[in-house]
């Protein structure tokens, strides 16, 4: 099954904002609300920083926002800072009964 | 508090079968909504989500790797097993568990992951 689409790399300067575009189909992010996002730092397990499209878990910071437009979900991430330099993964429930990642994308902070 | 950890060969040979344990504390996997899926990632390479066991005993797989999946879970003890058939060289990954209760299959929760090399 094809991974959902991620772009391969971002970057953005401390302070700034930046947004992670996931881009599915009719038969996941189209159709669920049940877009996940988490980061990833080098050598460490994935984090959970959004579920349900834009809720966040207890602990995360409200920097971190997500939303969902048809078939594309996004995570913006404002105020960037150092500790944000990590691999970011989306993913959502399809309609297959199964869940699909996206390819990742890499934050760089310049 | 919630943790969870993987464990099982670190090495397997080609056409073995590989069986993961996946050993988990604070939560029930009795209590409704609950669920442990696993997910594995090559190294350099992305998530891929491979099954999910929930609490009714409900069981879902990756519908490109099903047929060589399985898992299951000991009621008895706080462990869920994965066992996936006819390894390759390609299955080489960290494989992990993660927990998940009723959000949207998202999952909150995550082991340290595990190695496993597929190799002659």
């Known amino acids: 099954q094809s991974a959902l689409t991620q772009p391969a790399s971002v970057s953005g300067s401390p302070g700034q904002s930046i947004t992670i575009s996931c881009t599915g189909t009719s038969s996941d992010i189209g159709d669920y609300n049940y877009v996940s996002w988490y980061q990833q730092h080098p050598g460490k397990a994935p984090k959970l920083i959004i579920y349900?499209?834009?809720s966040r878990p207890s602990g995360i910071s409200i920097r971190f926002s997500g939303s969902k437009s048809g078939n594309t979900a996004s995570l913006t991430i404002s105020g960037l800072q150092a500790e944000d330099e990590a691999d970011y993964y989306c993913?959502?429930?399809?309609?297959?009964?199964?869940?699909?990642f996206g390819g990742g994308t890499k934050l760089t902070v310049l | 508090q919630i943790t969870l950890k993987e464990s099982g060969p670190t090495v397997v040979k080609p056409t073995q079968t590989l069986t993961l344990t996946c050993i988990f504390s604070g939560f029930s996997l009795t209590t409704s909504g609950v669920g442990v899926g696993w997910i594995r990632q090559p190294p350099g390479k992305a998530l891929e989500w491979l099954a999910l066991?929930?609490?009714?005993?409900?069981?879902r797989y990756s519908p490109s790797l099903k047929t060589r999946l399985t898992v299951t879970w000991d009621t008895s003890k706080n462990e869920v097993a994965l066992t996936m058939t006819n390894m390759d060289p390609v299955d080489t990954a960290t494989y992990y568990c993660a927990h998940t209760h009723s959000n949207g299959d998202a999952f909150d929760m995550w082991g340290q992951g595990t190695r496993v090399t597929v190799s002659s």
């Open positions: 993913s959502s429930f399809r309609s297959s009964n199964s869940v699909i």
């Open positions: 066991i929930y609490w009714d005993d409900d069981k």
């Open positions: 349900q499209v834009s």
